[in-house]
């Protein structure tokens, strides 16, 4: 061997040291690989942030020693699953009132459909049993349905049989693992292809969920319809259904601000704002549009933006707040991140948002102290509370469900502060403690949560994956993983579409709970460009991921039988 090589070798060796004695500067090398890498668009699409997990897989690959400790893999799946809690939990219960529930039972008769055909595989493939549950736990991506098993096996087995039993598991885990998450994001993007869905146009449609991110718009409308004369503000909406806001009024020459008792007289010029939609009926139903902009006279009514950030009004429905009466002060809209809201008086108030505020002119700097209006004060998490809530999360994820048999399971770490989360974000807030975090931090919670656990994950399975992937049978166990996968989401994707109709943004959100998988959430996100997805993710996970826990150890106890 040549003097050149053997450096190389002994630079290649040292190298693999140092990542392996550093694991800090192993995981933001993989994370800074994978994710400049997951932007790039192969065939019109891209990995996103999923490639953080291939990049993994990759360099675990390379060396048992490159993986990283598994509390970095933990950390990241509790901050993601939390967060997306806390966003969702609002969203969750009013798709649950929604139609929920229908689509918590199709996830179910498709896992059940799903364990069907993983006992069937194990049975033409001659597969162990404890083999074919970490199949199942693989394919349906799901770490604490792994643990369940290995947990069950240490219960049945004997204790010379139980420590070889218990690598079985894992290593179809392994194996599954990945394709579980790629024949997810390929499942989705065949039938965004085959059935080409228009998510501008479900988001529209799907606005009371709070994920559309529709523009808004605001006209000037002439009364001229003698029928809707002498009606108040409040008649009106409550009359036509609009889901609009009445801003300003001029009537015979004198501005004001419209509140829902303002009766409307013809002639009267009414400042109106809402989507394209909904103002062509108020157009059609009130007169006529005019050039005139209300806006432009602010010499006793003004305008501006306004940060939220005063503790006392944040989780509070503007109802609550009592502005038009406290301070002759209207809120128009509320920009959360990227999304512009229509304020109305369900309305609830988060760290973060920035409101739009019409108001008397000398009253403009009461309306900013009461709201706020520090950014500072925004780019902080009360830590307090985002601490209080995982703690109560992860506590619930310890305790023990009895099951018939006198077996039982846990919630685990991402069960338990998924649960509290989703009610801790629809409560908002509890007396004085603020449950929810500004916009901009949890979506940067978010996405580090999900760096990290890709990262862990995917250099953990790494040696394992592709030495049991060489190994005799290893292609046989991959293959079987990739069509439980396949097929599983085919189902899911057909009946959800054909039969029940589902917005897609909202079918590929389940479809990513289903897997309790976060990779494939972010990609369906990525795809949709709103939050729909993590809606129908929060809505189906919970029981998702209990039903996996246990039909992956009813697949140990079948097959042993």
Same mark, same amino acid.
């Given at each position: 061997?040549?003097?050149?090589?053997?450096?190389?070798?002994?630079?290649?060796?040292?190298?693999?040291?140092?990542?392996?004695?550093?694991?800090?500067?192993?995981?933001?090398?993989?994370?800074?690989?994978?994710?400049?890498?997951?932007?790039?668009?192969?065939?019109?699409?891209?990995?996103?942030?999923?490639?953080?997990?291939?990049?993994?897989?990759?360099? &675990?690959?390379? @060396?048992?020693? %490159?993986? *990283?400790?598994? $509390?970095?893999?933990?950390? #990241? +799946? /509790?901050?993601?699953?939390?967060?997306?809690?806390?966003?969702?939990?609002?969203?969750?219960?009013?798709?649950?009132?929604?139609? &929920?529930?229908? @689509?918590?039972? %199709?996830? *179910?008769?498709? $896992?059940?459909?799903?364990? #069907? +055909? /993983?006992?069937?595989?194990?049975?033409?493939?001659?597969?162990?049993?404890?083999?074919?549950?970490?199949?199942?736990?693989?394919?349906?991506?799901?770490?604490?349905? %792994?643990?369940?098993?290995?947990?069950?096996?240490?219960?049945?087995?004997?204790?010379?049989?139980?420590?070889?039993?218990?690598?079985?598991?894992?290593?179809?885990?392994?194996?599954?693992?990945?394709?579980?998450?790629?024949?997810?994001?390929?499942?989705?993007?065949?039938?965004?292809?085959?059935?080409?869905?228009?998510?501008?146009?479900?988001?529209?449609?799907?606005?009371?969920?709070?994920?559309?991110?529709?523009?808004?718009?605001?006209?000037?409308?002439?009364?001229?319809?003698?029928?809707?004369?002498?009606?108040?503000?409040?008649?009106?909406?409550?009359?036509?259904?609009?889901?609009?806001?009445?801003?300003?009024?001029?009537?015979?020459?004198?501005?004001?601000?419209?509140?829902?008792?303002?009766?409307?007289?013809?002639?009267?010029?009414?400042?109106?704002?809402?989507?394209?939609?909904?103002?062509?009926?108020?157009?059609?139903?009130?007169?006529?549009?005019?050039?005139?902009?209300?806006?432009?006279?602010?010499?006793?009514?003004?305008?501006?933006?306004?940060?939220?950030?005063?503790?006392?009004?944040?989780?509070?429905?503007?109802?609550?707040?009592?502005?038009?009466?406290?301070?002759?002060?209207?809120?128009?809209?509320?920009?959360?991140?990227?999304?512009?809201?229509?304020?109305?008086?369900?309305?609830?108030?988060?760290?973060?948002?920035?409101?739009?505020?019409?108001?008397?002119?000398?009253?403009?700097?009461?309306?900013?102290?009461?709201?706020?209006?520090?950014?500072?004060?925004?780019?902080?998490?009360?830590?307090?509370?985002?601490?209080?809530?995982?703690?109560?999360?992860?506590?619930?994820?310890?305790?023990?469900?009895?099951?018939?048999?006198?077996?039982?399971?846990r919630l685990g770490i991402a069960g338990g502060p998924l649960?509290?989360?989703?009610?801790?974000?629809?409560?908002?807030?509890?007396?004085?403690?603020?449950?929810?975090?500004?916009?901009?931090?949890?979506?940067?919670?978010?996405?580090?949560?999900?760096?990290?656990?890709?990262?862990?994950?995917?250099?953990?399975?790494?040696?394992?994956?592709v030495s049991t992937l060489l190994s005799s049978g290893g292609?046989?166990?991959?293959?079987?993983?990739?069509?439980?996968?396949?097929?599983?989401?085919?189902?899911?994707?057909?009946?959800?579409?054909?039969?029940?109709?589902?917005?897609?943004?909202?079918?590929?959100?389940?479809?990513?709970?289903?897997?309790?998988?976060?990779?494939?959430?972010?990609?369906?996100?990525?795809?949709?460009?709103?939050?729909?997805?993590?809606?129908?993710?929060?809505t189906v996970y919970p029981v998702a991921m209990v039903a996996?826990?246990?039909?992956?150890?009813?697949?140990?106890?079948?097959?042993?039988?």
């Open positions: 061997m040549s003097l050149p090589v053997v450096m190389l070798l002994i630079m290649w060796n040292d190298f693999v040291a140092l990542l392996a004695a550093n694991p800090l500067l192993l995981l933001f090398l993989v994370a800074g690989i994978g994710y400049p890498l997951g932007a790039v668009r192969i065939g019109g699409t891209s990995l996103g942030v999923a490639a953080v997990l291939f990049v993994g897989l990759a360099v &675990g690959a390379i @060396d048992p020693v %490159l993986k *990283l400790p598994e $509390l970095v893999m933990q950390l #990241g +799946l /509790v901050l993601f699953v939390y967060t997306i809690g806390l966003s969702s939990g609002p969203g969750f219960f009013r798709a649950m009132r929604r139609g &929920g529930l229908r @689509d918590v039972a %199709l996830v *179910l008769v498709t $896992l059940l459909l799903a364990a #069907g +055909l /993983v006992v069937a595989t194990a049975l033409v493939l001659r597969l162990p049993a404890a083999q074919s549950a970490g199949l199942f736990a693989g394919s349906l991506t799901n770490t604490p349905a %792994l643990a369940g098993v290995v947990e069950q096996i240490g219960r049945l087995a004997s204790p010379e049989l139980r420590e070889r039993m218990a690598i079985e598991p894992i290593i179809g885990y392994s194996i599954a693992y990945p394709m579980g998450v790629l024949g997810m994001i390929v499942a989705i993007q065949l039938a965004q292809r085959a059935w080409k869905p228009d998510y501008a146009a479900e988001a529209r449609k799907l606005r009371d969920l709070g994920a559309s991110g529709e523009e808004l718009l605001s006209c000037t409308v002439r009364v001229e319809n003698l029928d809707v004369v002498g009606m108040t503000v409040q008649d009106l909406i409550a009359r036509f259904g609009w889901r609009v806001v009445f801003s300003r009024i001029r009537h015979a020459e004198e501005l004001g601000l419209v509140s829902g008792g303002t009766r409307i007289a013809a002639g009267d010029l009414l400042m109106v704002i809402g989507v394209r939609d909904d103002l062509d009926a108020v157009v059609a139903a009130l007169g006529t549009a005019v050039d005139e902009q209300l806006a432009l006279d602010r010499t006793v009514i003004d305008f501006r933006r306004i940060f939220v950030s005063n503790p006392a009004v944040l989780g509070r429905r503007l109802d609550e707040l009592g502005l038009q009466t406290r301070f002759g002060a209207l809120i128009t809209r509320v920009r959360r991140g990227d999304i512009e809201l229509l304020a109305t008086g369900a309305t609830v108030l988060e760290p973060g948002d920035r409101v739009r505020v019409v108001a008397l002119r000398d009253r403009m700097r009461e309306v900013s102290e009461f709201l706020g209006d520090s950014y500072r004060a925004l780019s902080e998490i009360d830590v307090l509370t985002f601490s209080a809530g995982l703690v109560f999360g992860l506590l619930l994820g310890t305790v023990p469900i009895p099951l018939p048999g006198g077996a039982s399971f649960l509290v989360a989703l009610v801790l974000g629809a409560l908002e807030r509890s007396g004085r403690l603020v449950w929810s975090v500004p916009y901009s931090a949890n979506l940067t919670l978010r996405q580090f949560g999900m760096v990290l656990f890709l990262a862990g994950v995917g250099t953990r399975a790494g040696y394992a994956f292609m046989a166990l991959f293959f079987a993983g990739a069509v439980v996968t396949a097929v599983t989401a085919f189902i899911l994707l057909w009946i959800g579409h054909r039969v029940f109709k589902t917005p897609m943004s909202l079918l590929i959100g389940m479809l990513a709970g289903l897997q309790t998988n976060p990779a494939v959430l972010s990609f369906a996100s990525d795809q949709t460009g709103n939050d729909l997805p993590a809606l129908a993710y929060a996996k826990i246990l039909l992956a150890q009813a697949v140990l106890l079948l097959l042993s039988a």
